[in-house]
């Protein structure tokens, strides 16, 4: 097989021709794939301090300037609704983890790990997103690495944007963030 460490020929022609096949098989396995598009959109409504849980302290004090020190990771669950009004439709909720990764006194930078569970008007199915966000700028961006039911072999981003934030009558803080997602779905 081998010659003075090097592969043979006939070998090296055997590999050279089950690498072809093994492309081509694959290539005629996405032609018979389509990839849909789709587009969803919701409100997220965040009580803060009602279902989230701040399971690891900050390793750092915050910066002044910041309000969460460096290294505080917290789990949390919120109500996806149709429009920004709480009480309207629900659309399902979001769970995941986020931690304080960078905290200076510009601002405090989250890496978010997250499921969006929606059950909406008959669409169902969860979506895993992850990435870094600062929270405090007009936008930000997470990828949506995967997803399961509806959205089985989903990939995009979605983009949040601040909408308000308000006192509620026993003194939370209440936010309300629009996300919209854009997905590919692979359907084979």
Not at 1 to 28: K, Y
Request: hydrophobic fraction near 40%.
């Amino acid at each position: 097989m081998e010659v003075g460490g090097l592969v043979s020929r006939p070998l090296l022609a055997l590999m050279v021709v089950l690498l072809i096949i093994c492309t081509l098989g694959s290539e005629v396995a996405d032609a018979k794939c389509k990839t849909k598009k789709r587009k969803l959109s919701f409100y997220l409504q965040q009580e803060i301090g009602l279902n989230e849980l701040i399971m690891v302290p900050s390793a750092r004090a915050p910066v002044n300037g910041t309000a969460t020190g460096f290294g505080l990771e917290m789990v949390y669950e919120f109500t996806m609704t149709k429009t920004k009004d709480p009480s309207s439709a629900v659309m399902g909720y979001v769970r995941g983890t986020a931690i304080a990764v960078n905290n200076t006194a510009a601002a405090t930078v989250f890496f978010v790990s997250n499921v969006v569970h929606i059950d909406y008007k008959g669409t169902t199915g969860t979506l895993s997103q992850q990435a870094e966000g600062v929270f405090t700028e007009t936008s930000w961006e997470f990828s949506v690495l995967g997803g399961t039911g509806d959205f089985r072999n989903a990939v995009g981003y979605s983009i949040g944007k601040p909408v308000s934030s308000s006192r509620t009558p026993s003194g939370r803080l209440h936010v309300v963030t629009r996300y919209r997602i854009y997905l590919w779905l692979r359907q084979c």
